[in-house]
């Protein structure tokens, strides 16, 4: 199947046609197509069943955008906070923020005082927006950063406003706004939209700038029909997708939430996982579209209280953010009993966020499968020379997509970037003949052995195979003979045993022997961050 050309000079192009590029905002792509949508339900909370119709959240955005600018004076380019889980006021803010010129940065709603006020100072935002938990942290992380702002605060279940705020409703939900004022607001498809934060896995969070056009031309590569893994909304029907990825992170926000507004489905939200909220909102609201990351992906496999009526209604599954086992797709397909797609996505904040994708259909679940459109890929060496085919080395990504830069830092922003465009995304892979790309591991978490390079992923593969082992870690420790060699963070399955010989012994069986593990240590849960990305430095710590 030649579905993807590697170019003589090592450039493997996307097998799916290109997508134009609109001169866009972000507002204006998800109301584009919403008259043929306008009545139905936009956003509905799971639990409290709070929702918004298409029609609600266009004019209330842009109530709240007319009030950001008249009444806080917010103008373009200024920064606008969001701090609170998933719900459908989140839509609002973003949207009626954007609609306001401002840029967003989100904030992940279970930070603590000093990791909200580390964002605070990074990205300076004129207003920041909480429900009454997240405002608590808000007010703290404020106070550290020295800075006195306007809050703004969804009232809780109770009804009531913390205090010293000012009501998002009030200025949301109010009647004969005059909207006249946004007709100032310049915003171009060049300017920044969202000042997401980096997960933090390798370092700490750095603010990446992603501009209108990058995430209005990855909402259309996904549009795609050779793509398309959702059915588009008719007069008589309207595919539902399940939100319990977080709108913070930019897979929740852009895929997710944006995504899926902009194709006017039904998106269903959940504040956070929990396994019984989750499995009732999956079956309740017979769930069509699932975005998921691989802890997610091993839920779904492996809980018994997941079954064929859970997952009946299911079109398609997207796993991303973290390499996954395909060990734990099955489990998922041998759950259901009908045709389903799960369609393996790749990202990065950087690339606003999708950058491959399987083709839906497709069983090769352990690959992130073809450059979506618009993108190209390329596979180098440590000196940046170009690879070819099934040769393992850094990916390249150039595309529309690729963010400006990292907000006030010119030096990380280029030590990324080369000359000609393409994006180091500092994950380690290789591309097949056809096109297909394997990611290995992040190259900055490969274990030196010696000489020799180990990515944990892989290990982390052999180890869940084993059949005793529910969930596994892989990290180096330093040795004075070896440099480094693995070691292996083990969770059991429920009611199995398991001792630390039989785990080195199985995996010794079936890898080279410098990548054997060395050492074994049992854990109750993994460390893994809310977009499902194994902590190894937290590992490394214990
Ligand atoms: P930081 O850059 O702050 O350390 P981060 O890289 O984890 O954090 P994100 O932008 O959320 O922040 O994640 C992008 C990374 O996630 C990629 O570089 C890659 O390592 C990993 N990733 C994403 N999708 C996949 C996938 N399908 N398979 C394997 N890894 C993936
Ligand atoms: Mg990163």
Same mark, same amino acid.
């Given at each position: 199947?030649?579905?993807?050309?590697?170019?003589?000079?090592?450039?493997?192009?996307?097998? $799916?046609?290109?997508?134009?590029?609109?001169?866009?905002?972000?507002?204006?792509?998800?109301?584009?197509?919403?008259?043929?949508?306008?009545?139905?339900?936009?956003?509905?909370?799971?639990?409290?069943?709070?929702?918004?119709?298409?029609?609600?959240?266009?004019?209330?955005?842009?109530?709240?955008?007319?009030?950001?600018?008249?009444?806080?004076?917010?103008?373009?380019?200024?920064?606008?906070?969001?701090?609170?889980?998933?719900?459908?006021?989140?839509?609002?803010?973003?949207?009626?923020?954007?609609?306001?010129? *401002?840029?967003?940065?989100?904030?992940?709603?279970?930070?603590? !005082?000093?990791?909200?006020?580390?964002?605070?100072?990074?990205?300076?935002?004129?207003?920041?927006?909480?429900?009454?938990?997240?405002?608590?942290?808000? /007010?703290?992380?404020?106070?550290?950063? /020295?800075?006195?702002?306007?809050?703004?605060?969804?009232?809780?279940?109770?009804? @009531?406003?913390?205090?010293?705020?000012?009501?998002?409703?009030?200025?949301?939900?109010?009647?004969?706004?005059?909207?006249?004022?946004?007709?100032?607001?310049?915003?171009?498809?060049?300017?920044? *939209?969202?000042?997401?934060?980096?997960?933090?896995?390798?370092?700490?969070?750095? &603010?990446?700038?992603?501009?209108?056009?990058?995430?209005?031309?990855? %909402?259309?590569?996904?549009?795609?029909?050779?793509?398309?893994?959702?059915?588009?909304?008719?007069?008589?029907?309207?595919?539902? +997708?399940?939100?319990?990825?977080?709108?913070?992170?930019?897979?929740?926000?852009?895929?997710?939430?944006? $995504?899926?507004?902009?194709?006017?489905?039904?998106?269903?939200?959940?504040?956070?996982?929990?396994?019984?909220?989750?499995? *009732? *909102?999956?079956?309740?609201?017979?769930?069509?579209?699932?975005?998921?990351?691989?802890?997610?992906?091993?839920?779904?496999?492996?809980?018994?209280?997941?079954?064929?009526?859970?997952?009946?209604?299911?079109?398609? =599954?997207?796993?991303?953010? !973290?390499? %996954?086992?395909? /060990?734990?797709?099955?489990?998922?397909?041998?759950?259901?009993?009908?045709?389903?797609?799960?369609?393996?996505?790749?990202?990065?904040?950087?690339?606003?966020?999708?950058?491959? !994708?399987?083709?839906? &259909?497709?069983?090769?679940?352990?690959?992130?499968?073809?450059?979506?459109?618009?993108?190209?890929?390329?596979? @180098?060496?440590?000196?940046?020379?170009?690879?070819?085919?099934?040769?393992?080395?850094?990916?390249?990504?150039?595309?529309?997509?690729?963010?400006?830069?990292?907000?006030?830092?010119?030096?990380?922003? /280029?030590?990324?970037?080369?000359?000609?465009?393409?994006?180091?995304?500092?994950?380690?892979?290789?591309?097949?003949?056809? &096109?297909?790309?394997? =990611?290995?591991?992040?190259?900055?978490?490969?274990?030196?052995?010696? &000489?020799?390079?180990?990515?944990?992923?892989?290990?982390?593969?052999?180890?869940?195979?084993?059949?005793?082992?529910?969930?596994?870690?892989?990290?180096?420790?330093?040795?004075?003979?070896?440099?480094?060699?693995?070691? +292996?963070? =083990? @969770? %059991?399955?429920?009611?199995?045993? +398991?001792?630390?010989?039989?785990?080195?012994?199985?995996?010794?069986?079936?890898?080279?022997?410098?990548?054997?593990?060395?050492?074994?240590?049992?854990?109750?849960?993994?460390?893994?961050?809310?977009?499902?990305?194994?902590?190894?430095?937290?590992?490394?710590?214990?």
């Amino acid at each position: 199947r030649e579905l993807s050309a590697w170019t003589p000079d090592k450039i493997v192009k996307s097998p $799916h046609k290109d997508v134009d590029i609109p001169s866009r905002t972000v507002p204006e792509q998800i109301w584009e197509n919403m008259e043929r949508w306008v009545d139905r339900t936009a956003i509905e909370c799971a639990i409290t069943k709070q929702s918004y119709t298409y029609h609600q959240i266009y004019k209330y955005s842009r109530n709240f955008a007319a009030k950001l600018r008249t009444q806080l004076k917010i103008r373009d380019g200024d920064v606008v906070c969001i701090m609170m889980p998933n719900c459908p006021d989140f839509a609002v803010a973003v949207l009626g923020a954007l609609e306001a010129g *401002a840029e967003v940065t989100t904030v992940n709603p279970i930070y603590t !005082a000093h990791e909200v006020q580390r964002q605070i100072t990074l990205s300076d935002p004129k207003v920041v927006i909480g429900i009454p938990e997240t405002i608590t942290i808000l /007010k703290e992380a404020l106070a550290l950063a /020295k800075k006195d702002l306007p809050i703004i605060a969804i009232k809780g279940v109770d009804g @009531v406003l913390p205090p010293g705020t000012i009501s998002f409703h009030e200025f949301a939900l109010a009647d004969n706004v005059d909207h006249s004022v946004l007709k100032e607001v310049r915003r171009k498809s060049e300017d920044v *939209a969202f000042l997401p934060y980096s997960s933090g896995t390798t370092g700490l969070p750095k &603010g990446v700038e992603l501009v209108h056009r990058n995430i209005v031309v990855n %909402l259309l590569q996904q549009n795609v029909d050779t793509i398309r893994h959702y059915d588009e909304t008719t007069k008589s029907s309207q595919d539902v +997708a399940l939100a319990v990825l977080p709108f913070y992170h930019i897979y929740g926000l852009s895929i997710v939430l944006l $995504h899926k507004l902009s194709v006017g489905l039904k998106v269903v939200t959940l504040p956070k996982f929990q396994p019984n909220t989750f499995t *009732a *909102a999956l079956k309740e609201h017979k769930t069509n579209v699932l975005c998921a990351a691989p802890p997610l992906i091993l839920f779904l496999g492996s809980h018994p209280g997941i079954t064929n009526e859970h997952l009946a209604f299911i079109k398609t =599954i997207t796993s991303g953010a !973290a390499p %996954l086992p395909r /060990k734990d797709v099955v489990s998922v397909f041998d759950k259901v009993k009908h045709k389903m797609n799960f369609l393996q996505v790749y990202g990065l904040t950087e690339t606003a966020p999708l950058a491959t !994708a399987m083709l839906p &259909g497709s069983e090769e679940y352990s690959t992130a499968g073809y450059a979506i459109s618009n993108t190209e890929l390329r596979i @180098v060496d440590s000196a940046l020379k170009p690879l070819g085919p099934k040769e393992v080395g850094e990916l390249l990504i150039r595309g529309p997509q690729v963010m400006k830069g990292y907000r006030n830092n010119p030096e990380a922003t /280029k030590k990324c970037m080369t000359e000609d465009g393409w994006f180091q995304t500092g994950d380690l892979a290789s591309i097949d003949t056809d &096109g297909t790309v394997t =990611i290995a591991d992040r190259l900055k978490e490969l274990i030196k052995v010696k &000489g020799y390079q180990v990515p944990p992923a892989e290990l982390e593969n052999v180890l869940k195979e084993h059949p005793d082992v529910l969930d596994a870690a892989v990290i180096g420790v330093p040795d004075t003979r070896m440099g480094e060699v693995p070691k +292996a963070f =083990i @969770v %059991l399955r429920e009611g199995h045993r +398991a001792d630390a010989n039989s785990i080195t012994t199985f995996v010794s069986k079936r890898v080279a022997e410098y990548k054997r593990i060395k050492e074994v240590r049992f854990l109750n849960e993994l460390p893994k961050n809310p977009s499902g990305k194994i902590l190894r430095r937290v590992l490394k710590e214990l």
